[in-house]
């Protein structure tokens, strides 16, 4: 029998079954690297004559100077993927979340993410928009807001369509929410949750000054200190290194306290075994590891305190509908209620006060109850200018605004040290793509599947 000649399609997918979806991914008649898509290359790679050599010998066409690709290139595949978001979420309900940063260059940094709200699954996630703030005020935070959202809805902003918006608890970020609902009249601000928990396990911090100095001395012992650090490995095999928490990450403190909990006879013995004389900070670390009670409040902190990074790392997953969200916060609540002592009991207040400002939240709450089948008699005063078809689109809707932290990660990475004279213009094109790249494949991919 003749030879069948097989199909262009068969032939990338044979690709992706050899090298596994992790490498390779096929859309019809395109393949996509999936390494070459995180490997996050500059463009000025390509003047290397021997990188420039290998595209051309294994892409078989001719590769255009990093210049070209900066005038004409990369505007054409950011309009494309604006366009490609555009039709992802024109006539969806969809959520909204802000944040700012301040980056190495000292610029105000604000991403904009949107996503769908979908009633039956979590819709997609897009990086809609960033930008470069003169100053971070509740002002300047509406104006992005409304400048975005002509950006998705270039021909007019569907107003009724913004049902949530997801910021941190900070006052201009509240006051902007407050602003907004002005001409959002259906939205809901709620402040993310999972910042709430983190400043909880800060206020817990403040509670136990020997362990936070404890933390902090060790730190400084092992840091950029490669001998301390083998004669670590070389004496505890089975043990890993004291963490390194920083503060701003949502509760690395606690999981350091904890590891101190776990290992305190071991980092106090090769504390014991270095040399005071060498650093200050393995004379303040011997003085911390005898302070009196240190071990008690270890124990305490990890027993009661550990579920506060446990639900933190449980927010940020993928797929939670609203009501598990809130299941988790309720746990913690519930969990708070039983501290006792004097650190238990302001503890548990903090907690109370964190929740009771996010209004939002409660009226979430509230609306979760209703799609599980509870009864309320106010369903009128709880709705306002929502509809009772507007509450399904809640089902899936997010309680924090970790996308946004992510898109800062990708931020960080792009503006690498050998990117610094970036154009900030031409920086949020590269990132914008970046970020949504993956996510618009994915889309493709589950409307596909629907379809189907």
């Known amino acids: 029998m003749p030879k069948v000649k097989s199909s262009l399609t068969c032939k990338l997918k044979s690709i992706v079954s050899e090298y ?10 395109v393949l996509f690297c999936q390494l070459c898509e995180s490997a996050n290359i500059p463009l000025n790679k390509l003047s290397n004559s021997i990188f420039r050599k290998f595209l051309e010998t294994y892409i078989k066409n001719p590769i255009p100077d990093q210049t070209t690709l900066r005038k004409l290139y990369v505007d054409d595949i950011y309009n494309e993927t604006m ?58 935070i509406s104006q992005l807001f409304n400048k975005s959202m002509g950006i998705l809805w270039p021909n007019g902003v569907q107003h009724e369509h913004v049902l949530l918006f997801v910021s941190d608890a900070a006052p201009y970020m509240v006051k902007a929410g407050t602003a907004l609902q002005v001409f959002y009249s259906k939205m809901l601000h709620v402040t993310c949750a999972a910042h709430g928990l983190h400043r909880v396990a800060e206020h817990v911090r403040s509670h136990f000054n020997s362990v936070d100095k404890l933390i902090a001395s060790v730190k400084q012992v092992f840091q950029k200190a490669p001998s301390r650090i083998q004669l670590f490995k070389n004496e505890l095999p089975g043990v890993h290194l004291p963490p390194e928490p920083i503060i701003t990450r949502w509760g690395t403190w606690i999981n350091a306290a904890a590891y101190y909990c776990e290992n305190i006879q071991a980092v106090r013995h090769i504390i014991g075994l270095l040399d005071q004389e060498d650093a200050i900070s393995i004379q303040k670390a011997k003085k911390c590891l005898d302070k009196p009670n240190l071990e008690n409040n270890l124990a305490y902190i990890k027993s009661n305190f550990s579920v506060l990074s446990v639900a933190i790392d449980k927010l940020q997953g993928k797929c939670l509908s609203l009501a598990t969200s809130l299941n988790i916060i309720e746990n913690i609540e519930e969990t708070f209620k039983t501290l006792n002592g004097e650190h238990g009991k302001p503890i548990n207040l903090k907690l109370k006060n964190v929740f009771e400002k996010n209004k939002g939240l409660s009226k979430l709450k509230q609306i979760s109850n209703i799609l599980d089948g509870e009864e309320n008699k106010n369903i009128g005063e709880l709705l306002g200018e929502l509809t009772c078809n507007d509450i399904v689109y809640f089902k899936y809707a997010p309680i924090v605004s970790v996308d946004v932290e992510r898109s800062f990660s990708t931020y960080k990475t792009l503006l690498a040290d050998n990117r610094r004279k970036f154009k900030f213009e031409n920086l949020a094109k590269h990132l914008i793509i970046q970020c949504n790249t993956q996510a618009l494949q994915d889309s493709d991919q589950s409307d596909y599947q629907t379809s189907e």
């Open 20 to 29: 596994g979806e992790e490498v390779f991914k096929v859309d019809e008649s």
């Open 83 to 140: 366009e490609n978001i555009r039709s992802k979420l024109s006539s969806k309900r969809i959520w909204v979340s802000i944040d700012e940063t301040t980056d190495v260059e000292g610029r105000y940094i604000a991403n904009v993410i949107v996503g769908s709200l979908e009633t039956d699954r979590q819709g997609v996630v897009f990086l809609l928009h960033t930008e470069e703030l003169e100053k971070t005020n509740f002002s300047t």
